[in-house]
C-alpha cells in the first residue's frame, strides 16, 4: 500500500492544479452566500440591485400618492405626478420613469387603474402599487360610508399568524416566512454542491480512467502496482481534493459568518451550521465514494469518453431525480416517497441530506440510511474493481454487457 | 546438450538450469481470451546479461506473453518464476517496461512523471533523482524537465518513456517494440543503451516484430507464431542449422526469372535486393553464372538465411498472420 501513497498524491495533485477545481472552490463559498444571503437582503431592501427611476403617476388624488409614496419609499423609488400621459407613456419607453400609473377618472369605483411599463412583467412594482391602490380605495371607502376612522383603523388593523417548527427534545421555534425562504434556498445550494461535486468527481474519475486506458499509460502503472491500488488511488486521490475543497467552504462559511457578516448586518441562515456543514461532508464523502467507484467502473467498460458519457448516463438520473424534486423534498420530507429515496444508496446522500436541513428524520431512518450506504460504497467497489481489472486493458471495441459481465465473474 | 537451439516441440520444460538472480523463466503458460488462445503452452528463459529476443508477427502473442511475464495479467495455466521462484507483487520493483503504446501523462510535467512513475517502482528519490537527471541529460531532453509531457515531440516522448523504463535501475527489463517510429539515430542510441544493459548484467527481453532487429541485438530467440513457440534457442546456433545454401543479391534490373530457375527452391523478393535459397547440393557459383549479365549485380554474398526467411520455412506464409505478417525495417 506504499505505493498507493504515490498514487493518491499523484492524482490529488494532478486534480487540485485543475482550473475547474480552483475555480468551484474559491466561488463555492459565494455562491452559498450569495443565494442564501439573497433573500435577506432582498427583503430588507427590496429596490436593492432595481435602478430605481421614478414611477409616474396620473390622476390620483393627494391621499393615494402619499399611499403610493410610502409604498415605494422602501424599494428607494419616488412617485412623480404628471399632467400628460402621453409624455409619461414616452418617458417609461425611453427608461426614463420605471412606469406609470393611470387611474381613470372616477377611480375607484368609476373608472379603472391602469400600470404602463416597458416589460409588463414588474411584478413586485405593481404588485406593491396595487395593494397601495386597494387599502387606499377599502380606506376611501370605508371613510364614504360614514365609519369613524379609529374604527375604520381597528377594522382593517392585521392579524398575527406565526409558523412554530417542533424540534426535537421538546424545543420549539418560531419561523418567518423569510427563514423559509433562507431554509429553501440553502437546500437548494446544500444539494445543488452536492450533486456538482459528486458528478464532478465521479466524471473526474471516469474521464482519467479512460485517459489512462486511451493514453496506454495503464499499462506502466499495472507493470507497477496492482489494478486495485490503481484504482483506489485514483478514487482516494480525488476524494481527498474533494475534503480539502468542503475543509474550504466550511472555514470560508464559519468566516463570513463570524467576521465578515457582522460588518454588513448580515447573519448566515440558521441552516448554515456547522453540523450541517459536517452531515454535508458525511453524505459528500459516502455519495462520492459510491459514485467515483461506479464511474471507475465504467471507465475502465469504456472505449473512448463519448463512449463513457452514453454509459454513465442511468447513473446521472439517479443525481438529478433529487433536483427534480426539491419542491416535495423541502415541503413534504416526511413522505413515503422522499423517505424511500432518502434510504436508498444512490439517491440518499441528497435525500436524506435534504430532509436533514428542513426536517428531524428518526435515528432509524438516518441509521439505515448510513449503514445501507456504507454497505453499497463497499459492494460498488468491489465491483468496480472486477470491471476495472480486466477492462482497463481492453483496447479498440466496446465491451458488450454479457462481457462485462463475464469479466465480473472471473476469479 | 549436444544441439543447444531447440525446437520448442521437442522442449515443452524448460531445462532445470542453474536459476541465478533476475533470471525469469515461464514454464508451460497459457492464456485464453473467449474463445481464442492467445498464448499455448509457451516455455522459454531469459537470463542476467543477454538480450532475449520475443520475435513473431502481429497477433502472435508477444504483448500477452509480455503482460503474464509482467504480473499485469495471470496464465491460465503455467506459471512465471523469478529468481527461481513464483513471480509475485513485489518484483515488480526490480522490473522496466517498454510498452509497445506509449502514453505518458501529457498534462503533467516530464520531470514529474519520470519521478512519479519510478516513486511507484519503490525506488528512493535520492536514487531516482540522480538517474533521472543522469538519462534526460544522454538523451538531451534536461532542459524539458519542467516542461509538460504535451510540449515534447513524438521522438522526445518516446524516449522520455525509454527513461521512464530505466530509471529505478531495473535488473530485468522488458522492451515491447522499442523501435518503432524512431528514427535512425535514436534507434542507434536505444540499441546502445541496450547493450550496455546486457554488459552491466541486465536480464533484457525485447519484443518485435521486425526480424533484422532481433537478428542485430539478440542473443537468443524465442520465434512465436499464433500463440506457439515455433523456435526456441540461440540465434547463432538457429542460423547454423538452417544457414545453408542461401545467397543474397543487391542488384538493378528484374530478377523475377530467378525464382523460376530449377536449382532454386525459394526467393524472398524485394524491388533490389533478393535472398534466394538453393536447392541442396547447388553450388552458388551457378546462380552467379545464372544472373550475371541479367541484372548488374552489386553485391552477391552468400549468407546464412536470415530470421525472416528461416519463419517463413518452418511455418509457411499463412503463419504471418492477418495483420500484414512480419515486416521488413531498417535498424
Known amino acids: 500500500m506504499v505505493k498507493s501513497k504515490y498514487i493518491i498524491r499523484h492524482e490529488f495533485r494532478l486534480t487540485a492544479a485543475n482550473k475547474t477545481f480552483v475555480v468551484l472552490t474559491i466561488l463555492g463559498p459565494f455562491l452559498i452566500f450569495a443565494v442564501t444571503a439573497l433573500p435577506t437582503l432582498l427583503a430588507a431592501s427590496p429596490g436593492a440591485g432595481i435602478k430605481s427611476n421614478p414611477i409616474a403617476v396620473y390622476g390620483a388624488p393627494k391621499a393615494v400618492q402619499e399611499a403610493l409614496q410610502t409604498a415605494f419609499s422602501g424599494m428607494n423609488i419616488q412617485i412623480e405626478p404628471v399632467d400628460s400621459v402621453e409624455r409619461a407613456k414616452e418617458g417609461t419607453l425611453s427608461g426614463e420613469l420605471g412606469a406609470l400609473l393611470v387611474l381613470e377618472a372616477g377611480w375607484p369605483d368609476g373608472g379603472k387603474a391602469l400600470w404602463f411599463s416597458k416589460t409588463g412583467a414588474d411584478v413586485a412594482l405593481y404588485g406593491a402599487a396595487k395593494a397601495a391602490l386597494e387599502s387606499s380605495a377599502r380606506s376611501e371607502r370605508i371613510r364614504a360610508s360614514g365609519v369613524q376612522p379609529e374604527v375604520a383603523d381597528r377594522l382593517l388593523a392585521p392579524t398575527d399568524f406565526d409558523v412554530v417548527k417542533l424540534e426535537p427534545h421538546g424545543e420549539e421555534k418560531a419561523i418567518s416566512d423569510q427563514a423559509f425562504l433562507e431554509t429553501l434556498m440553502t437546500v437548494l445550494v446544500f444539494i445543488m454542491l452536492l450533486y456538482m461535486t459528486i458528478l464532478l468527481y465521479g466524471q473526474m474519475i471516469g474521464r482519467s480512467v479512460v485517459t489512462e486506458k486511451t493514453s496506454k499509460t495503464v499499462e506502466i502503472m499495472l507493470s507497477s502496482v496492482t489494478s486495485r491500488e490503481l484504482m483506489m488511488g485514483k478514487i482516494a486521490g480525488l476524494g481527498l481534493a474533494g475534503i480539502l475543497q468542503y475543509a474550504v467552504w466550511t472555514l470560508m462559511a464559519f468566516l463570513l459568518n463570524r467576521y465578515i457578516g457582522p460588518l454588513f448586518g448580515l447573519a448566515l441562515p440558521a441552516a448554515i451550521s456547522m453540523q450541517n456543514m459536517g452531515w454535508l461532508l458525511v453524505f459528500f464523502l ?25 454509459l454513465a448516463w442511468p447513473l446521472i438520473i439517479f443525481l438529478i431525480v433529487p433536483l427534480v424534486m426539491l419542491n416535495t423534498l423541502v415541503t413534504s420530507p416526511d413522505s413515503t416517497l422522499v423517505v424511500v429515496l432518502s434510504i436508498f444508496p444512490l439517491t440518499s446522500p441528497i435525500v436524506m441530506l435534504a430532509r436533514i436541513l428542513v426536517s428531524s428524520p428518526p435515528f432509524w ?47 | ?48 546479461g543477454e538480450i532475449f529476443g520475443l520475435i513473431g508477427p502481429n497477433g502472435a502473442g508477444k504483448t500477452t506473453t509480455i503482460r503474464m511475464m509482467m504480473n499485469i495479467i495471470a496464465p491460465d495455466s503455467g506459471r512465471i518464476l523469478f529468481d527461481g521462484r513464483p513471480l509475485a507483487e513485489a518484483d515488480k520493483n526490480k522490473i522496466g517496461y517498454l510498452p509497445e503504446e506509449r502514453g505518458l501523462y501529457r498534462k503533467a510535467k516530464l520531470g514529474e512523471v519520470l519521478e512519479y512513475l519510478a516513486a511507484i517502482k519503490g525506488a528512493r528519490p535520492q536514487d531516482f533523482r540522480p538517474a533521472i537527471d543522469g538519462w534526460l541529460e544522454r538523451f538531451g531532453l534536461s532542459e524539458w524537465k519542467n516542461r509538460k509531457v504535451s510540449d515534447l515531440s513524438k521522438g522526445m516522448a518516446q524516449k522520455a518513456q525509454f527513461i521512464a523504463a530505466l530509471a529505478h535501475n531495473p535488473s530485468l527489463v522488458f522492451f515491447d517494440e522499442p523501435f518503432s517510429g524512431l528514427d535512425p539515430l535514436a534507434q542507434d542510441e536505444m540499441l546502445a543503451v541496450m547493450a550496455e544493459l546486457k554488459e552491466k548484467g541486465a536480464t533484457v527481453l525485447f519484443s518485435t516484430h521486425i526480424m533484422e532487429h532481433a537478428e542485430k541485438i539478440c542473443g537468443r530467440i524465442l520465434l512465436l507464431n499464433k500463440g506457439r513457440a515455433v523456435l526456441n534457442g540461440p540465434l547463432a546456433d538457429i542460423k547454423a542449422r538452417y544457414g545453408r545454401n542461401a545467397v543474397q543479391i543487391e542488384f538493378d534490373g528484374d530478377a523475377s526469372f530467378v525464382k523460376k530457375l530449377e536449382f532454386v527452391n525459394s526467393v524472398v523478393e524485394y524491388p533490389r535486393w533478393i535472398e534466394v535459397e538453393l536447392r541442396q547440393g547447388i553450388d552458388s557459383d551457378e546462380l552467379l553464372k545464372a544472373v550475371v549479365g541479367k541484372l548488374k549485380v552489386r553485391r552477391f554474398e552468400v549468407v546464412m538465411p536470415s530470421l525472416h526467411k528461416i519463419f517463413v520455412g518452418l511455418v509457411g506464409n499463412e503463419g504471418l498472420g492477418s495483420n500484414g505478417g512480419a515486416s521488413y525495417g531498417q535498424v
Do not use: H
Not at chain 1, 288 to 306: C, H, M, P, T, V
Not at chain 1, 366 to 372: D, P
Open chain 1, 286 to 310: 459516502l455519495g462520492f465514494f459510491l459514485y467515483a467507484s461506479a464511474y471507475a467502473g465504467l471507465g475502465a467498460a469504456s472505449e473512448d469518453e463519448q463512449n463513457l458519457g452514453q
Open chain 1, 365 to 411: 431512518q438516518l441509521a439505515l440510511c448510513l449503514s445501507l450506504l456504507v454497505v453499497a460504497v463497499v459492494g460498488m467497489m468491489i465491483l468496480a474493481a472486477k470491471i476495472f481489472r480486466v477492462g482497463i486493458l481492453m483496447t479498440g471495441k466496446r465491451p458488450k454487457l454479457q462481457e462485462v459481465l463475464r469479466w465480473i465473474r472471473v476469479e
Open chain 2, 1 to 48: 546438450m549436444t544441439d543447444s537451439w531447440t525446437l520448442v516441440a521437442d522442449c515443452a520444460l524448460v531445462t532445470d538450469s542453474v536459476r541465478s538472480k533476475d533470471t525469469i523463466t515461464a514454464e508451460n503458460i497459457s492464456k485464453t481470451y473467449a474463445e481464442v488462445k492467445a498464448v499455448s503452452d509457451l516455455s522459454f528463459e531469459a537470463k542476467p
